[in-house]
């Protein structure tokens, strides 16, 4: 048990690193440093998955932060604009996340929705592949098995 909490406390660690770094770089682009910008960028660090604004709006009210759509749908834009995060449009629901290693593609359950990204390189140069023959976005619908 102490094992699991010493890798939960280096996983947050690193999320929250992570967030701190991001905000700083987007301080020095003359943005704000706001409480709902360090929590949205926490948020989408620890998320496995693209979230969509009202998948982040639960997420943070989790954590006791209960900010109205319009200001989230703000903070999507400027980190979209400032190359922060990606965009992906998942079963018709605009979505965003950050990714380390940039653009990828994403396999999306149709019974769960659960999403997974693609982590394979030579997967992914498959992938793009099988997009650009069948100019379709960047997500392909599969069934868990």
Partial sequence: MPYLKKQLS?????????????????????????????????????????????????????????????????????????????ETTISGTRKIYISESGHHHHFVCTACKETLCVSSPELESRLAQVQQILQKNQNFICFCL
């Fill in 10 to 86: 280096c996983v947050i660690s690193k999320i929250m690193t992570l967030a701190e770094t991001t905000l700083n770089n987007l301080v020095k682009k003359g943005l704000r440093r706001t409480r709902l910008r360090r929590a949205v960028l926490e948020v989408l660090f620890e998320s496995r998955s693209p979230l969509s604004v009202t998948e982040m709006k639960c997420a943070l009210s989790k954590q006791g932060i209960r900010p109205n759509k319009t200001s989230l749908y703000r903070e999507m834009e400027i980190l979209l604009r400032t190359s922060v995060a990606e």
